[in-house]
């Protein structure tokens, strides 16, 4: 069983930073590829960041290209979220998600993976 475990969220002013983690349980980390997404009250889910299984493909939404970096440490079994630059805009739950895929093209689809972490909230105030 594949368990996602998201950390790092919390209340920040705008502009700041915040870095997420997001540790996964198994020993086949190195295999997965993995995605932030997010969802504010009201409104859907959306796709934030994709890394391939390597770390060697990236892919982000606009709504955050250059302000928001993934990052993987296949040795520690996690992924990262660093978000600089936050906006108001940017509060939400976000979520951590995994699937067994050694593709390089990017996943922007939640339907796409098969394991979700429980979430952890960002909050910028304005």
């Known amino acids: 069983q594949v368990q996602l475990a998201e950390s790092g969220g919390g209340l920040v002013q705008a502009g700041g930073s915040l870095r997420l983690s997001c540790t996964v349980s198994?020993?086949?980390?190195?295999?997965?590829?993995m995605g932030w997404f997010r969802q504010a009250p009201g409104k859907e889910r959306e796709f934030v960041a994709f890394i391939s299984w390597g770390g060697g493909s990236t892919y982000y939404a606009d709504s955050v290209k250059g302000r928001f970096t993934i990052s993987r440490d296949n040795a520690k079994n996690t992924v990262y979220l660093q978000m600089n630059s936050l906006k108001a805009e940017d509060t939400a739950v976000y979520y951590c998600?995994?699937?067994?895929?050694?593709?390089?093209?990017?996943?922007?689809?939640?339907?796409?993976?098969?394991?979700w972490g429980q979430g952890t909230q960002v909050t910028v105030s304005s």
């Open positions: 198994g020993r086949t980390f190195s295999s997965y590829a």
């Open positions: 998600a995994a699937d067994r895929t050694t593709t390089t093209r990017p996943m922007v689809l939640g339907g796409l993976y098969a394991y």
